[in-house]
């Protein structure tokens, strides 16, 4: 088992389950990521970037 792991929060799922879910696999969370997630889009024979939301992500430490 590795020492350090990502855990990204899924589409339908919530801060806490994702916290949750690394507990059960024995991780604790050491530092948390975000950054948005964009949609390119045509706009006036222009492409543009569109913010569509944010992907949330959990470092975990492993719990010794």
Do not use: Q, W
């Not at 088992?1 to 929060?9: I, Q």
């Not at 949750?20 to 045509?42: D, T």
């Amino acid at each position: 088992m590795s020492k350090k792991k990502l855990f990204r929060v899924e589409e339908h799922e919530t801060i806490a389950d994702c916290l949750n879910r690394m507990k059960e696999e024995g991780y604790l969370p050491v530092r948390r990521m975000e950054k948005p997630v964009f949609e390119e889009r045509k706009e006036d024979g222009e492409i543009i970037h569109v913010p569509i939301g944010s992907e949330i992500v959990f470092e975990g430490k492993i719990v010794t």
